[in-house]
Every structure is written in structure tokens, then in C-alpha cells.
């Protein structure tokens, strides 16, 4: 990842998704903004990995925050685990989700990981036992989750294996058997 500033001197957030309005980065941006202020060292950086129809507007908004040094649009990225990797706190700030497959990323990459509690979320996080969570359009709550999730997270490691258990590739494949094995048995139920 190419960047302006020395990674090795700061608390590198990161965000992945489209740049639409089911995700909110505008709050994630404005709490980010906040824990910027709060906790100014290390020297926080947001990076948002993504495009969408949302982009100009989000730019603008983060040059009207004063935040333009500190959030950097990184724009589609083909190589996501390296993003993670090079990250220190994966944020979330979505409004509605199905199952989040971003988050799945980022908690089996061993992130520490602050998000809203919407849709599909609770279940991959299990509550707050996977990661520091806020309801949806509250962004001072989600800055509190980032600082949960900055200086007091969970087990990164035993949470990435569990998830590797849960959603790797052979737990998904074994759910879909099992479900085309039910389904299969109920055809001829219904002949």
C-alpha cells in the first residue's frame, strides 16, 4: 500500500466497502474525526478502501472535517488481506447488512474490529464477544467502539481461528451439502 505517511508511526483504521448509502462512511468519517481528537498519538489514519456513487461527496465532506491529511482513499483494491494486514482497527459503520462479508475478512485477519449492530453483524460478532459494537447512526457511540476496540480488544487470534471454523472455505461447503442434501430429500416429499 502506497502512502504519504509512515505507517510505522500510526494507528492505521480501516474501512472496506462500496461508498453507498447502506454503508455510512459519513459517520464512520465523523467518528473517526473524533477519536482523532481524543487520542491525537499514535497519529490516527483512516483509510477507506472502495469506490461508488458516494466518493466526490465523502472527499469533500472529509476536506470540511480538516481531516484530508489523516483520510486517504485508497479506491478498489484487489489485494483486501494485504489492506488488512496492514491495519490496525477495522471499522464498520453500515446502516443495514446482510451477512457482512468485509467484516468476515477483517475479523479472521485478526483485526480488531468496531461496527454498528445491524443486520447480520451480531451474529458473525456474536454480540460484543467478537468485536466493540454501536447501534446504527450514532457516531459518538461508534467512537466509543473504536476506543474499545483501540485499547481493550478481544482475543484477535482465538476469534480469527473460530472464524477460519466458521466461514472458511470447508464450513461453507459442508452447509451448502447439508442444505442441498435437505433440499434434495424434501423433493420427494412434495411429488
Known sequence: MVTTWSMADARVFVMVGIFGPPKNHAGGIRAFG????????????????????????LRRFVGELGLSARVHFMGYRSDVP???AASDVFVMSSTSEGTPG?????????LPVACTAVGGVTDVTRGEARAAL???WDDAALC???ERAVFAPPEVRVIAREIGEEYGVAAVAAKT???????????GVRE
Open 82 to 84: 494485504a489492506v488488512l
Open 134 to 136: 454501536a447501534p446504527p
Open 34 to 57: 473524533e477519536f482523532a481528537k481524543r487520542h491525537p498519538a499514535p497519529e490516527p489514519h483512516l483509510v477507506l478502501a472502495g469506490q461508488g456513487p458516494l466518493e466526490g461527496e
Open 144 to 146: 466509543a467502539a473504536m
Open 102 to 110: 468485509a467484516l468476515i475478512e477483517a475479523l479472521a485477519a485478526g
Open 177 to 187: 451439502m447439508a442444505l442441498y442434501e435437505a433440499l434434495v430429500g424434501m423433493k
